[in-house]
């Protein structure tokens, strides 16, 4: 559990003052939707008083990285591999994270423990920091650590019931020699462009291509095509993010003996797929029935499709890092 120092650092406690802390925690939490508590740089604020410098580079040049990650029934699920790849996002911006892995686990685990929830979305993000209004990151002495906890439900269960619309958008992907996809940086502006023109269209979500026309991802989630009991999916070098439940859904296809295929994907192979399927951490694994008007498969979410998602919710129910002491 993390306290504060003399200095106001953010610190480890003892074995012996975390059980003190976590019995006062259990006698004074309230339900987080009355009094949300959110972890920044140290310390817990109310979310009236959780502020950051205007002058931080993260809102001034959207200068940063960030993870979302899900908790499921008291435990955090594929938390280290959300926080390997905040660190390799943070060290390919030259941003040295000012905590340990340890001390951020324990920090993302006691911010659920304030909030007193056992399922939902952590939002940890990683700021350059305060700077001046300038654009060189040299005057940013130290970085920003922010870490929110609250439920979450970006689709009803209709919806993973019937399925997803998308539609193609003008907007396109960017590539590795611009900003490299690999990195999940705050800078999402691409792809909140390409939002805004899926919900002009009324779809549900966006069909991303790259600069050679090929399927890239959607506005936050991995594409899963299936096409006579073959899973296929976009290569990382088409401008997918390396998506944590797009790597569980890979763990999951072996597990259930189908080979899933990383290759160049084009509209004309979502178009005539059998079965369609979106991956992202949010949006867990949803079926897409319909893509630029054409219906996918016979319109209905398919066997391949609705095997994953059971699966899936068995992992989420079953695995993770526990949250509290047991």
């Not at 949300?36 to 002058?55: H, W």
């Not at 591999?81 to 951020?104: F, K």
């Not at 994907?265 to 949803?286: K, M, N, P, Q």
């Amino acid at each position: 559990m993390l306290t504060k120092n003399a200095e106001g650092s953010a610190v480890l406690e003892k074995p012996a003052q975390r059980e003190t802390a976590e019995k006062s925690i259990a006698k004074t939490a309230t339900p987080a939707k009355n009094a949300p508590k959110i972890f920044i740089d140290g310390q817990f604020f109310g979310e009236a008083d959780a502020k950051v410098s205007v002058f931080d580079h993260g809102l001034l040049y959207g200068d940063g990285v960030f993870e979302g990650i899900r908790f499921y029934n008291g435990r955090v699920f594929r938390l280290e591999e959300h926080m390997e790849r905040l660190w390799d996002s943070a060290r390919s911006i030259c941003i040295d994270i000012p905590m340990s892995r340890r001390e951020l686990d324990e920090a993302l685990l006691e911010t659920i423990r304030q909030n007193n929830l056992r399922d939902g979305y952590v939002r940890l993000i990683v700021t350059r920091g305060v700077g001046n209004l300038g654009l060189n990151p040299v005057h940013c002495k130290r970085p920003s650590i922010i870490i929110i906890a609250a439920t979450i439900a970006l689709y009803s269960e209709e919806v993973y019931r019937r399925g997803l619309t998308v539609v193609t958008v003008p907007t396109r992907r960017m590539g590795p020699a611009t900003l490299n996809p690999a990195i999940k940086s705050l800078n999402y502006l691409n792809n909140v462009l390409a939002r805004i023109e899926a919900n002009l269209a009324n779809a549900d979500e966006a069909l991303m291509l790259n600069d050679a026309g090929n399927v890239a991802e959607c506005t936050a989630d991995n594409v899963f095509l299936i096409k006579r009991g073959r899973i296929m999916t976009p290569p990382i070098t088409a401008g997918a993010l390396r998506g944590i439940t797009r790597s569980v859904v890979f763990d999951i296809a072996a597990e259930l003996g189908f080979k899933i295929s990383e290759v160049d994907l084009t509209r004309h192979d979502v178009y005539i797929a059998d079965e369609a399927f979106l991956t992202g951490t949010a949006a867990e694994v949803i079926p897409m029935i319909r893509a630029d008007g054409r219906v996918i498969g016979n319109g209905e979410p398919g066997a391949i499709t609705t095997r994953m998602i059971a699966r899936f919710r068995e992992l989420t129910r079953e695995t993770g890092t526990p949250i509290f002491p047991e």
